[in-house]
C-alpha cells in the first residue's frame, strides 16, 4: 500500500505535514491506535442486527465539528495513551474478542486519518481465521486516491454526507470545502459499491452503499440540497440513512440555531423532499427517536443505551 505519512495527504484535509516527526491537523501521529473498541446495536439495522456491529472508534479527527458526540475522544487534546487499545496487538485481540458474540461486522469509526493502519488490521485478522464484513464508517471528508488504495479492504461504506453549503461547513466543522472533497470521495465510494446493497439470508450487509445525513436545526435548506445532489449525480436507488437524532453537547460553545434539536416541521420538510427525489431505499429515524451517546469512560460506551 502507497500511503505516505511523510508528506501527509492520506485524508481529505491534505495538510501534508510529516507524521513521523509532528502533528498535523488531525493531531495524529503513525500509530496504530484506538480510543474505543466496543459493541453498538444503534447502527442501521442491516449492519447491526440482532447482536450489534463491533465498532473500532479512532482518536481525534480530520474535521471539527462544533456538535460532535464523540468530543470526549475527537477533540486535539485527547491523550492517546490512556486508552488500552495503543497498540495494533491490542486493537486486534478486543477485536477478535467482540466478533465472537457480534453479527461478525466490523466497522471502523473516524478512520481517514488512521486510513493506513485498515489494511494491517484486517490483514491480521484474516490470518486469525477472522473474515468479518468491513464497514468504512466516515465524515466522507476523504481522498480518493487512498478510497482507491483500500478497495479491496472495504465492504461497506458508510459515510456522513454532511453539507453542500461551504459556510457551513467552514462555520460549523472548519473544512469549507468539505462539499467539494465529500462529493468527489461520494462518487468513488459509489464507483467502487454501485447502488446494490448485498445481504446474507439474516439481512446483514456484505458489500454496498449506505449515506448517512444528518439533519440539523436551521439547515433544512442544507439538507435538501444535499438530498438533491445524491439524486443528481449519484443516485435515486441508493440506500441512505436519514437522521434526526442531533442534540446540543454539553459543554460545547455552538452558535444559536444549533443550541435546540430540529423541530417537526424542519424533520417534515426533509422527509418529503427525500420522498420528492424518489428515494426509496434505506431508513429514516423517526423524530423522537432516542440520541446514541457514547460514555467512553466506560468499556462498553454505548451500554446504557443498547440495554446490554
Excluded at 461551504?166 to 467539494?180: H, K, N, Q, T, V
Excluded at 423524530?287 to 443498547?306: G, I, M, Q, T, V
Amino acid at each position: 500500500m502507497s500511503f505516505n505519512l511523510n508528506n501527509c495527504t492520506i485524508c481529505g484535509r491534505g495538510c501534508g505535514v510529516d507524521r513521523t516527526k509532528t502533528f498535523g491537523f488531525c493531531a495524529t501521529g503513525i500509530d496504530s491506535n484506538a480510543a474505543a473498541i466496543c459493541v453498538h446495536k444503534g447502527e442501521e439495522p442491516v449492519l447491526a442486527g440482532a447482536k450489534g456491529v463491533c465498532n473500532v472508534f479512532f482518536p481525534h479527527c480530520n474535521l471539527r465539528c462544533l456538535f460532535c458526540q464523540n468530543k470526549d475522544i475527537s477533540t486535539r487534546d485527547y491523550c492517546v495513551t490512556s486508552s488500552p487499545f495503543s497498540s495494533l496487538t491490542a486493537v486486534v485481540d478486543r477485536i477478535e474478542e467482540l466478533l465472537q458474540t457480534t453479527e461478525k461486522v466490523l466497522g471502523f469509526v473516524s478512520p481517514s486519518h488512521y486510513a493506513h493502519t485498515i489494511p494491517t488490521i484486517v490483514d491480521r485478522l484474516h490470518a486469525d481465521g477472522f473474515n468479518p464484513t468491513i464497514v468504512y464508517n466516515t465524515n466522507a471528508y476523504d481522498s480518493v486516491d487512498t478510497l482507491r488504495e483500500l478497495e479491496s479492504y472495504v465492504d461497506v461504506y458508510l459515510p456522513d454526507f454532511k453539507y453542500c453549503s461551504s459556510d457551513l461547513s467552514g462555520r460549523y466543522s472548519s473544512a469549507p470545502d468539505y462539499f467539494e472533497v465529500a462529493s468527489k470521495a461520494l462518487r468513488e465510494m459509489y464507483r467502487q459499491k454501485g447502488s446494490t446493497l448485498i445481504t446474507d439470508d439474516n439481512d446483514i450487509a456484505l458489500s454496498g452503499l449506505i449515506i448517512r445525513h444528518l439533519i440539523l436545526p436551521g439547515c433544512v435548506s442544507d439538507s435538501k440540497g444535499v438530498l438533491t445532489w445524491i439524486a443528481e449525480n449519484i443516485s435515486s436507488n441508493v440506500h441512505l440513512s436519514l437522521m434526526s437524532q442531533y442534540y446540543p453537547i454539553e459543554g460545547c460553545v455552538l452558535p444559536d440555531q444549533l443550541y435546540r434539536k430540529i423541530t417537526s416541521e424542519e424533520y417534515n420538510q426533509v422527509v418529503e423532499h427525500f420522498y420528492d427525489l424518489g428515494f426509496h431505499k434505506g431508513w429514516i429515524q423517526d423524530l423522537d427517536e432516542r440520541s446514541y451517546k457514547p460514555d467512553f469512560s466506560k468499556k462498553e460506551a454505548f451500554e446504557h443505551n443498547d440495554g446490554q
